[in-house]
């Protein structure tokens, strides 16, 4: 099942489009995505990237400019294991995005060691704040 739908860029018909404040930030954006970051994490991180806001630090993210979500359930016949079909894909109006299968791609890739995990240490944190440092 697929479904489409379109709206007009000035059709707002539930809400009104949202304007700049006069005092929004205008400093660089450092964003820490890794394999956590699906569903709507992912629409957010495409937008992120379609219109160029902020640098991406870390591993691969698992979601992407689009998602599947709604489902329908169905018992095999033979193993009577449950499964669950998705039958909606929600996707971000992303022109520019491009499909990569591993996820969305870091700028800068910081790969996670086998020791972090046990040490409790954040290597993509400890990058990006010493990155800020070295900016003052």
Request: aromatic share 16%.
């Amino acid at each position: 099942m697929n479904y489409y739908t379109e709206t007009d860029s000035t059709d707002y018909w539930w809400f009104e489009q949202q304007q700049n404040k006069p005092n929004f930030y205008k400093g660089k954006i450092s964003v820490l995505i890794n394999g956590g970051y699906f569903s709507t994490t992912g629409h957010l991180l495409a937008l992120m990237r379609e219109y160029k806001i902020g640098k991406f630090y870390g591993e691969y993210t698992q979601g992407s400019n689009y998602s599947n979500a709604g489902g329908q359930a169905f018992v095999l016949p033979y193993s009577k294991s449950l499964v669950w079909m998705a039958t909606f894909q929600y996707k971000m109006r992303t022109v520019h995005f491009i499909n990569d299968p591993k996820g969305i791609k870091p700028d800068v890739r910081i790969q996670a060691q086998p020791n972090d995990l046990r040490t409790g240490f954040d290597r993509p944190m400890d990058f990006v704040i010493k990155l800020v440092e070295l900016q003052k």
